[in-house]
């Protein structure tokens, strides 16, 4: 049920104030009041519950967030394992256009994500990073 809620969020119009409604309703843990989140964002099916955002996050046009990821160290080689990550984008924090964050990431306070960035480590408060993977560009003012 909670993918059907994310999955509608992304692709019916669904005004911007109802978003976080829907969110919340998949699973994602929203502890602020106030977010935004854009058209076309895309949250774990798999794990949404691992994903938290603090207050005044923006997530804007087809960010997706990944928290499950293929067991590479499993000796079986006939299955497929995945291994569960966590996501934690602190307040303030903004992530650029088409971004994907994934693994065991956590964005600190204020942080910037360019457009286009792959993120699979820690950024920490108020730093800008961009690139694929996501490298330190500089320090906030």
């Known amino acids: 049920m909670r993918s059907v809620l994310c999955f509608a969020m992304m692709r019916l119009p669904v005004p911007r104030t109802w978003r976080k409604v829907f969110v919340r309703m998949g699973g994602v843990r929203l502890t602020g009041r106030t977010y935004f989140?854009?058209?076309?964002?895309?949250f774990d099916s798999v794990y949404p519950q691992n994903i938290i955002l603090h207050d005044d996050v923006h997530l804007t046009a087809g960010v997706r967030l990944?928290?499950?990821?293929l067991d590479t160290h499993n000796p079986?080689?006939?299955?497929?394992?995945?291994?569960?990550?966590h996501i934690e984008?602190?307040?303030h924090a903004f992530i650029?256009?088409?971004?994907?964050?994934?693994?065991?990431?956590?964005?600190?306070?204020?942080?910037i994500?360019?457009?286009g960035s792959v993120v699979t480590?820690?950024?920490?408060d108020y730093e800008i990073w961009a690139g694929n993977p996501a490298r330190f560009i500089k320090q906030r003012p």
């Open 37 to 42: 989140i854009a058209s076309d964002v895309q």
């Open 66 to 69: 990944l928290t499950h990821l």
């Open 76 to 85: 079986d080689r006939e299955d497929i394992h995945w291994v569960e990550g």
């Open 89 to 91: 984008i602190g307040e």
């Open 96 to 111: 650029g256009t088409d971004s994907i964050i994934t693994g065991n990431v956590k964005i600190g306070r204020g942080a």
């Open 113 to 115: 994500v360019g457009a």
């Open 121 to 124: 480590r820690d950024v920490p």
